[in-house]
């Protein structure tokens, strides 16, 4: 698909594009472009969803982890298109209010920074990150283990929905997946990591469980708390989030942690009745 041509036909249209952009720094420049990529990679994740369902999804509604595979494919082709700027939208978007074209660059340059200052933090709003929602057959397999979760929970004072979240995110809740990463089971544990937080079966369901909530509540008592750091030193490492002071500038980090508050925001709204906590 081409890009959206903007005809002038008056010099005066020019003129007011420069005055609109005068009404914005570079941070809320970087907003706004990131804001645009995101409604263009979400758009395109959309259609490639509607485009997956009437094929009955790219590796079949019964192969083991299909739907896993299938939703992190989804999301990287989006994210591929929309950084190739192969629809075009975030261009549009993002000339229709400030009058320029998008600075890659620069762009990048100054998120990267705003990540750094823990300038994205988990919001309230109503339409952050709660239109993920996991698959039917992921959360079928995860009922299963409702009740090893809740003792998880109360046992690390972790809330039981953080903890569906990340093994929706890590695993679609499949206890014999593993990853390139050798990372293995329901909460993809290391072997180091499973070592030290005393996992001898990493298949295990129960001991996965408790290995990767034990680990998950000391990342949050690390960080006072702060769902985002717990989270980003879960998937990239506590060294990487010291190493940048904050969520790591790595794109699987980023989506990981959107997708996990996401998944949590979805599971909260069904305990009570579709209100938002986060």
Do not use: C, W
């Not at 994205?120 to 283990?145: F, G, H, M, V, W």
């Not at 997946?177 to 079966?201: E, F, I, Y």
């Amino acid at each position: 698909m081409s890009n959206v041509q903007l005809k002038v036909t008056d010099s005066n249209h020019l003129d007011q594009a420069q005055e609109i952009n005068s009404r914005y720094t570079d941070a809320q420049k970087t907003k706004i472009a990131k804001a645009a990529k995101e409604f263009e990679s979400l758009l395109t994740s959309m259609m490639l969803k509607s485009m997956d369902k009437t094929t009955d999804s790219m590796f079949g509604s019964e192969s083991t982890g299909g739907d896993y595979f299938g939703t992190i494919f989804e999301n990287q082709m989006a994210s591929m298109i929309s950084k190739n700027k192969s629809l075009g939208l975030a261009d549009m978007l993002y000339k229709k209010i400030t009058g320029e074209d998008i600075d890659p660059k620069s762009t990048d340059s100054e998120l990267l920074q705003l990540i750094n200052n823990n300038k994205i933090e988990l919001k309230k709003s109503a339409d952050d990150n709660n239109s993920i929602t996991p698959s039917t057959q992921a959360t079928d397999r995860l009922s299963q283990y409702d009740n090893i979760i809740n003792d998880a929970a109360n046992t690390y004072g972790v809330d039981k929905n953080l903890i569906k979240s990340v093994i929706l995110t890590e695993s679609a809740a499949n206890e014999k997946a593993v990853s390139s990463a050798k990372a293995k089971g329901l909460m993809q544990l290391v072997d180091s990591t499973a070592s030290d937080m005393g996992v001898n079966n990493v298949f295990n369901p129960k001991e996965n469980i408790f290995g990767g909530t034990k680990y998950l509540s000391e990342m949050l008592r690390k960080y006072n708390g702060n769902v985002n750091l717990a989270l980003a030193s879960y998937n990239a490492g506590p060294e990487n989030v010291q190493k940048y002071g904050g969520v790591p500038p790595f794109e699987e980090t980023q989506n990981y942690i959107k997708r996990v508050v996401g998944y949590f925001n979805h599971l909260n709204g069904e305990d009570y009745g579709n209100e938002r906590p986060l």
